[in-house]
């Protein structure tokens, strides 16, 4: 059951509280059906965020027919590493933008 969308903003906050609070702490959070969530550090002392994707999550979003929405380079799709720079010979930072 999906939450009631005018408690959505307080939802969000109250997962993005808990994911500062544990990660504050070195402790990894997990979401079931979303992923897991935790910090790390650089040698610079910065935390990183990292997000690991749940399978489930990964397979909805990958299920064929699926996405409805545009997606800006589609020409780009099943093109291997070789053809991408022939194509973009100047490099591209991001070949898939939705």
Do not use: E, K, W
């Not at 790390?40 to 929405?69: I, M």
């Amino acid at each position: 059951m999906g939450a009631i969308p005018h408690h959505a903003p307080d939802l969000r906050g109250s997962i993005r509280a808990a994911a500062v609070y544990f990660c504050r702490t070195g402790t990894p959070i997990r979401l079931p059906g979303v992923g897991r969530i935790r910090a790390s550090l650089d040698r610079d002392g910065a935390f990183r965020v990292n997000v690991v994707p749940d399978p489930s999550l990964l397979r909805a979003l990958n299920a064929p027919g699926t996405y409805t929405g545009p997606i800006l380079n589609a020409g780009n799709i099943g093109l291997d590493n070789a053809a991408l720079h022939r194509h973009h010979p100047h490099g591209i930072q991001v070949p898939m933008d939705l």
